[in-house]
């Protein structure tokens, strides 16, 4: 009967010690994170190994940051979720920052080699003829004594780039835009819906001027979307800010040779 007086109290003394313990484990609970795409980590873990830091893009919310680099030119704010080891660590979460090439990060800001200058340009062409170096972004009016009048310039995106020679067989100032069918399916699934037209105006993407390459769907136009000029950016036609396509309208008559290389 001692006996077992003494093992039903050592049992209770230790049920006490387990509820004590395991209220003194989880006082401090850890925090719960939802993850923009849930799947993610668990994939990765069935995949084997170790849960690697997944990284999802966010918007900054001011231009501020301890890090000088943040703020430069085509490095957009990210945040890293790390997840350590050990089922009650708790995640750290990093501020990074990442280079996204072909597009530009800030708005307003534009290198100064793409600016409008003169310089010297060795070439056949005759004076009056426009070169688009679509690898380097610019776009040269020839003119004589071996010299050009460079401007900046915005060209095909990956997928749709093109060369050739043509000639300016239309101008027109602040352009009216009719999307091509196939832009607008392209458009369509992912998620971007594109009007069937839009008037000219400073809301237009072709900007405030446009000079049509033959009977291509192509053109050298301006653009409502300044801080672009210097990427691949277009669906294969030229831009250049709105500035430099009038002082470029200007100088460029119809029958005028463009090639573009």
């Known amino acids: 009967m001692m006996k077992h007086a003494v093992l039903c109290a050592a049992g209770a003394l230790s049920l006490l010690a387990s509820t004590a313990f395991a209220n003194d484990r989880y006082q401090s609970r850890p925090p719960v994170i939802v993850s923009p795409d849930l799947t993610a980590p668990w994939v990765m873990q069935l995949g084997g190994g170790s ?17 000088p680099a943040m703020e430069q030119p085509g490095n957009p704010q990210v945040r890293r979720v790390v997840q350590p080891r050990g089922l009650f660590s708790r995640p750290v979460v990093q501020q990074v920052a990442v280079v996204r090439p072909q597009y530009p990060a800030i708005r307003g800001q534009l290198d100064p080699q793409f600016l ?13 003829t426009i070169v688009i170096d679509t690898n380097n972004r610019f776009l040269y009016l020839v003119m004589d004594g071996g010299k050009a009048r460079r401007y900046g310039v915005g060209v095909g995106k990956p997928g749709f780039e093109w060369a050739g020679a043509h000639t300016v067989t239309r101008k027109q100032e602040w352009p009216d835009w009719t999307p091509p069918a196939e832009m607008i399916s392209r458009e369509a699934a992912k998620g971007h819906y594109l009007p069937a037209h839009m008037e000219g105006g400073e809301g237009n993407p072709l900007g405030a001027r446009a000079m049509y390459l033959g009977s291509t769907l192509y053109r050298i136009h301006g653009t409502n979307a300044p801080w672009t000029i210097g990427n691949a950016v277009s669906s294969g036609c030229i831009r250049l800010r709105n500035e430099d396509v009038t002082d470029l309208y200007n100088r460029v008559k119809v029958g005028t040779r463009v090639i573009v290389m």
Request: charged letters at 25%.
């Open 116 to 128: 409008p200058q003169i310089v010297d340009y060795q070439t056949k062409e005759r004076p009056g």
């Open 51 to 67: 849960v690697q830091p997944v990284v999802y893009p966010v918007r900054p919310m001011a231009r501020r940051a301890a890090d």
